[in-house]
C-alpha cells in the first residue's frame, strides 16, 4: 500500500494535500472558510464515489445524489450548458436526497444546494461518470452566504 505523501499547498490550504490508490482512489484537501479549517476528503469506489465535508466537527448530514440519467434516450442533460453564467449553476437533473440528518428543512435545503453542486461538478469533470455520489456534511455554520458557499465549493472541487 503507497504511503500517503504531502503534496503543494496554496496560500489558501491550511493543510497538504494527500492522494492514496489502494485500495480507493482518494484524496483529501484542507482549507480555510471564514477562520475556520475546512477538511475536504473524496473517495471512488467501484460503486459509489464519496465526499465528505468537515469543519473540526463529526458529520452530520449525509446526502446522496444519482448521477446516472432518469431517461437514457436524453443525452442533453449531459451536454454542458452555453453560456459561462449557467455553467456554475447546478445540472437541473439531479436531485438529492438525504439519507441522514438535516434536524430543520433549512438545514435540508441547504445541504441538498451543497449536494447537487458537488454532483454537477463531478458530472462534468468526467459526463460518462454514473457512480452515484455521496456527501457527508460536518459544517460548523447551517446559514449559507454566498462567499461562504463558493469558498466551500472551491475546496471540494480542488479535490475532485
Known sequence: MPIPMPTELS?????PQILTEYPVTSKQ????VDG????????YFTDKIMVTITQSIGLAQWLQVPLGSSNPG?????????????????????TASTLLGS????????????AVQ???????KNPEEQRPVVIGLGLARHDISR???????????RCL
Open 29 to 32: 484537501i484542507a482549507g480555510l
Open 36 to 43: 475556520q479549517v475546512t477538511d475536504v476528503t473524496t473517495m
Open 147 to 157: 462567499e461562504r458557499f463558493f469558498d466551500i465549493i472551491d475546496i471540494v472541487t
Open 118 to 124: 458537488i454532483a454537477s461538478n463531478i458530472a462534468l
Open 103 to 114: 434536524s430543520t428543512p433549512h438545514r435540508e435545503a441547504m445541504g441538498h444546494l451543497y
Open 74 to 94: 436524453r443525452a442533453d442533460h449531459f451536454l454542458p450548458s452555453g453560456s459561462a453564467d449557467e455553467s456554475l449553476l447546478p445540472m437541473p437533473h439531479l
Open 11 to 15: 496560500s489558501q490550504d491550511a493543510g
